[in-house]
């Protein structure tokens, strides 16, 4: 296996959504570093890969950069995966990128899945352009975003817990307005599979009588 990062998109749900040259590269390189271990283990037991993992997650990839990129230089191929879809999309993979390239490192990514896009093409709402926002800032900046964001005309895409889901939609209500047109995929892939479009008062209401459970993708129309 050639020495270089290869970045391997990983299924969001259905394991029948991860690809035959990602099976294939998983199984060659000589480490994959795994998000979560625990999680990327059942993956890898399914699809009878046993080559080694190592951890490599947002409270440790500071310190671990360093090393893997001199694993690299010195002959070695490694595989990044994340817990679900592809890396360094609101998961890990962005600094270890970085740190390969700038070290003339050559880096591979692979196609697959990623929750936004499939929750984009099937809402229904203009899709020739878009911004990604991924999750919005917990508390510091929330305010200052959303405000920027009222003024936005591209179809807008955001993540969101469960837990989470009620107070964004208020703030949308807040920023955006209670008639903007959202759709709400949650579960995408999984066997709860669901998606919801209305207006922002609508899938208030909606959530309001139906608790929300599993990861949500919130695709919003832009201000007309």
């Given at each position: ?135 919005l800032p917990v508390k510091k900046g929330r305010q200052t975003r ?79």
């Amino acid at each position: 296996m050639e020495s270089k990062l290869y970045l391997v998109p990983t299924p969001i749900g259905n394991l029948e959504d991860i690809t035959i040259r990602a099976i294939r590269v998983l199984k060659e390189v000589d480490l994959i570093l795994a998000e979560d271990t625990r999680t990327s283990g059942k993956l890898l037991k399914h699809f009878e890969i046993v080559t080694h993992m190592q951890s490599h997650h947002m409270h440790n990839e500071h310190k671990t950069v360093e090393n893997i990129v001199n694993r690299i230089k010195n002959g070695e191929s490694i595989a990044l995966i994340t817990d679900a879809g592809t890396p360094a999309i609101s998961d890990p993979g962005f600094l270890l990128s970085r740190a390969c390239i700038k070290n003339d490192i050559e880096i591979e990514c692979l196609p697959g899945a990623t929750a936004f896009v499939p929750a984009l093409v099937n809402s229904g709402l203009p899709n020739d352009k878009f911004v990604f926002e991924g999750f919005l800032p917990v508390k510091k900046g929330r305010q200052t975003r959303l405000k920027f964001l009222a003024e936005e005309t591209r179809t807008m895409i955001f993540y969101e817990s469960p837990h989470k889901l009620l107070k964004t939609l208020h703030n949308f209500t807040e920023y955006f307005g209670e008639n903007r047109s959202i759709s709400v995929s949650r579960e995408l892939t999984k066997m709860y599979e669901e998606t919801f479009r209305g207006t922002v008062k609508e899938t208030i209401h909606y959530f309001t009588t139906k608790a929300p459970k599993g990861e949500f993708v919130l695709v919003v129309s832009g201000k007309k």
